[in-house]
């Protein structure tokens, strides 16, 4: 992967992660709630807090049927879950973003139409795409144009599929390209998340930073999430909710403030963990290499001028003398002096 930053954070799988919390539209049409997310954001850790821009007449037709799990979300039509939340505007928007400015947070909003793309780039630092935007071609170009660093999920897509988009962001001017292996299940079962896939797209685009965008529900050890940045993922995208509780929408399958703190906290101690890639002892190990090794030893009495035999020798704690690595030079050479029983040889005892 080519050197790639997003502001002053330098993407490079194994170090610290870019963290979006994905608060969507689970402020539920409130400020003051949405307030309230970003601040629970910002405390957990993230690098930014997210929503999503749209109007429920540009981004679904009235017979826009459900994909989700209508268990969680009983709503069965596109269009009527999308009225809900689509009460904000672009001065709404401006005002979260002046308060994530504020308090040290990055704001980001993923756009769902042109509307929200002009309103929305004066305010974010890059794009995100959602993935069931990867073909709309219009609204690729038009983000493209922007020349700012551009985050696709690739959810339900095929390798062609991403191809194509990749192909028309540059052709229209976008030169960062961030890809994030997602599942588009709401929730997605453990057994769908195919961390796997992020190792094809790593093999397929290994110029390009790849990430994730997860929709697993969170365990209490943030596994998933956690496994994802092991495989490699540099971006890590998952929904944010201030009660996982709640019903309906993205509530259920998002993690709360006490999910991404413990998700830090597992990359803070693996990064201690994994250390250097180059073998070789530590200075910690040097004790033991020293005490634990063993040395060739004496078995039993011997006799100046005798020669060593396998009877006369054994291997034992510590690494004090002769190394069994020197084992078949020692076989055959004489002694100069008595031994006794449990002596650790050394070369001066040898002629």
């Not at 994030?180 to 390009?208: F, Q, S, V």
Request: proline share 6%; hydrophobic share 35%; charged share 25%.
């Amino acid at each position: 992967m080519t050197k790639f930053s997003l502001g002053e954070h330098v993407l490079a799988p194994l170090t610290r992660p870019y963290v979006i919390a994905e608060i969507g539209v689970n402020h539920e049409g409130s400020l003051d709630q949405a307030f309230r997310l970003i601040d629970l954001c910002k405390e957990g850790g993230a690098d930014a807090a997210k929503f999503q821009t749209y109007k429920a007449s540009r981004i679904a037709s009235k017979n826009s049927p459900a994909y989700w799990d209508t268990k969680k979300e009983p709503t069965e039509s596109q269009h009527k879950l999308f009225q809900k939340y689509d009460v904000f505007g672009s001065k709404e928007y401006q005002t979260l973003a002046e308060h994530c400015r504020n308090i040290g947070i990055q704001f980001l909003s993923t756009p769902f139409d042109s509307d929200a793309v002009e309103f929305l780039d004066p305010l974010v630092p890059f794009h995100k795409i959602a993935s069931a935007d990867i073909t709309n071609i219009p609204l690729l170009r038009q983000i493209a144009k922007k020349q700012k660093p551009v985050l696709i999920s690739t959810g339900a897509s095929t390798l062609g599929e991403i191809d194509s988009a990749i192909s028309t962001l540059h052709q229209d001017g976008c030169e960062k390209i961030i890809l994030l292996h997602c599942i588009l299940n709401y929730p997605c079962p453990n057994k769908n998340a195919n961390l796997n896939m992020i190792d094809g797209l790593i093999r397929a685009y290994p110029e390009l930073p790849i990430g994730y965008s997860d929709h697993t529900q969170p365990d209490k050890s943030m596994t998933i999430l956690t496994a994802a940045w092991l495989k490699g993922a540099t971006i890590l995208e998952k929904h944010f909710t201030h009660d996982k509780t709640l019903p309906g929408n993205d509530h259920y399958h998002a993690m709360d403030v006490n999910d991404l703190r413990r998700f830090r906290n597992n990359v803070a101690l693996l990064l201690d963990a994994l250390g250097v890639d180059d073998k070789a002892p530590l200075p910690d190990e040097m004790p033991a290499r020293k005490n634990a090794r063993r040395s060739i030893v004496i078995d039993q009495p011997i006799k100046a001028g005798q020669e060593l035999t396998k009877v006369h020798l054994t291997c034992k704690r510590p690494a004090h003398g002769i190394s069994p690595l020197h084992w078949d030079d020692v076989i055959g050479q004489r002694v100069n002096k008595d031994l006794e029983d449990d002596h650790i040889l050394q070369w001066d005892d040898l002629n």
